[in-house]
């Protein structure tokens, strides 16, 4: 069979059901959509002084029953699930309009919802006419292809971002995309009514994809997520109906310079979870550790323990056993891991035992199994 492979870094003009049927199955590492909403505006909106709201009545916005936007939700959604591969993801962002027909459809179709992420709007529009709670939230479905799949999620990258602290499932970000950021036309319009914030998808991104992935948006619009991916080193494919938005798009991702790094640098890959386990007995048994060695306690050479030949160690008032045991008899009974409170005396200087299984980790090739 022919070999199809992946149009990279390219905007594919057309109905992204086709097009995605077209590429090659299990071949995508991310997907994020941003699909129609099906506001179903009716009429105009207008201020209390009259001038109208920018709102979103876009013909492409335009469904004529629920039965009509859900078989077309079922049918693109059934396309990604079959380009993305077993280890891949899913975002899906929506408003109430839409965002729970779209999460029972994705639910029915087999998908494994991992959060909802609501991003909080911190300029968001006022209810004009004061009769609804302003509408200051979108939600963001997260999903993998099944119960159980693996799929990749940058935790320690997500702490990073948020000053070493859980990420949580609740983002404020900056304020919808506006300012330097907002394309417009020639005459200062709007180049499209729904550009999504760079931040919002540098979440998306960096959480739940790796340098070099091919991440996938089938409703390209003005090319956010492609902006996004370039500069974080993803390949990407735009998937837009609209000639007019593709061009804002290629205009968009044309003007990003991306910086050159090395892979190390980019790699945000959670060190706890891919370092390879290390027992404490693993350091003894190898040399790293001698019984009968003093081990201090956050440094403190007063409070130490000695290291028994069975790898358990004893402290000054005769308590015995793990590091974490031992550790927490200091504490109070408090949980400890020991491995960042412990510290051995090496040339001179103290060094942790993490520090220390590291270098173990790296002198015995560990990483490289
Ligand atoms: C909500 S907007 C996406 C905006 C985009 N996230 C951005 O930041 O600019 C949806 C886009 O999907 C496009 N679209 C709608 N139906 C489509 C379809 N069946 N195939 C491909 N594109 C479609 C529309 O033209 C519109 O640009």
Redesign the pocket.
């Known amino acids: 069979m022919e070999k199809v492979s992946l149009p990279l870094n390219q905007i594919i003009e ?6 995605l049927n077209t590429l090659p199955a299990a071949s995508i590492d991310l997907i ?1 959509a ?4 099906n506001l179903q505006l009716q009429h105009e909106l207008h201020r209390p002084n009259m001038t109208k709201v920018d709102a ?1 009545d ?1 013909e ?2 335009q469904f004529d029953s629920f039965q009509e936007y859900d078989a ?1 939700t079922r049918k ?1 959604l059934t396309a990604c699930r079959r380009a993305l591969k077993p280890t891949g993801t899913i975002w899906v ?1 929506g408003t109430y309009h839409n965002i729970f027909r779209v999460g029972a459809i994705m639910q029915d179709l087999g998908f494994w919802i991992l959060n909802d992420v609501i991003w909080i709007k911190t300029n968001p529009m006022p209810n004009f006419r004061g009769v609804r709670f302003t509408n200051a939230h979108e939600t963001l479905i997260w999903a993998s292809t099944g119960k159980g799949a693996r799929y990749t999620f940058h935790h320690q990258a997500m702490k990073g971002l948020n000053e070493d602290k859980q990420m949580r499932s609740d983002w404020w970000l900056l304020p919808l ?1 506006t300012g330097a950021e907002r394309v417009r036309d020639g005459q200062g319009r709007k180049a ?5 914030p760079e931040a919002l ?1 540098y979440r998306v991104i960096l959480s739940s994809s790796n340098p070099g992935d091919v991440v996938l ?9 492609g902006v996004v991916a370039k500069r974080l080193h993803r390949n990407w494919i735009g ?4 000639k007019e ?1 593709i061009e ?2 290629r205009h968009r991702i044309d003007a990003v310079q991306v910086e050159i790094f090395d892979f190390a640098t980019l790699n945000v890959l959670s060190k706890a979870k891919s370092a390879p386990k290390v027992e404490f007995s693993t350091l003894l048994e190898n040399g790293y550790l001698r019984s009968g060695q003093k081990l201090y306690f956050n440094k403190d050479t007063a409070k130490f323990a000695t290291i028994k030949p069975d790898a358990r160690i004893r402290t000054i008032d005769g308590f015995e056993g793990s590091i974490h045991k031992a550790g927490s008899h200091y504490m109070n009974g408090a949980p400890c891991n020991g491995w960042e409170h412990w510290y051995c005396q090496e040339n001179g200087h103290l060094i942790s035992l993490s520090e220390l299984r590291e270098r173990f980790r790296v002198e015995m090739g560990l990483y490289d199994e």
Do not use: M, R
Request: glycine share 8%; with cysteine; proline share 7%.
């Open positions: 057309g109905d992204c059901i086709d097009v994020f941003d699909p129609p909403y979103v876009d492409w916005d077309f693109w962002i995309a499209h009514s729904t550009q999504k998808l948006d089938p409703f390209f619009g003005s090319g956010t997520t998937i837009e109906k609209e938005y804002v798009a």
